[in-house]
């Protein structure tokens, strides 16, 4: 059973950055395509970034790209996702997500069996 745990969230000013951690226990993650979601409150769930398990072909939303990168250490089983130039509009739980490909699609990750608990991110 694959157990996500996401670290790294916080409260920032507008403008900050801060690097979100996903790590996997018990479970090498070097064949998962990786995504992080976000859900702001009173908002539907929506994609944020997911790369496949070679670390290529990374995706991203449109309201982050340019601004938020993701990456992954599979030496370390540990995805990231670094935010850079954060607004307030990017306030939301951030959530990691895997499926058992190594490539990624968004609809197969929406309907992923794993995702870890969340971190909040508060940008003001």
């Known amino acids: 059973h694959v157990q996500l745990v996401e670290s790294g969230g916080g409260s920032v000013q507008a403008g900050g950055s801060l690097r979100l951690s996903c790590a996997a226990s018990?479970?090498?993650?070097?064949?998962?395509?990786m995504g992080w979601f976000r859900q702001a409150a009173g908002k539907e769930r929506e994609a944020v970034a997911h790369?496949?398990?070679?670390?290529?072909?990374?995706y991203y939303a449109a309201s982050v790209k340019g601004r938020f990168t993701i990456s992954r250490d599979n030496a370390k089983n540990t995805v990231y996702l670094q935010m850079n130039s954060l607004k307030p509009e990017d306030t939301a739980m951030y959530y990691c997500?895997?499926?058992?490909?190594?490539?990624?699609?968004?609809?197969?990750?929406?309907?992923?069996?794993?995702w870890g608990q969340g971190t909040q991110v508060t940008v003001s």
């Open positions: 997500a895997a499926i058992d490909q190594r490539a990624c699609t968004l609809a197969t990750l929406e309907r992923s069996r794993y």
């Open positions: 018990r479970y090498t993650l070097r064949n998962n395509c």
């Open positions: 790369i496949y398990s070679s670390g290529g072909s990374p």
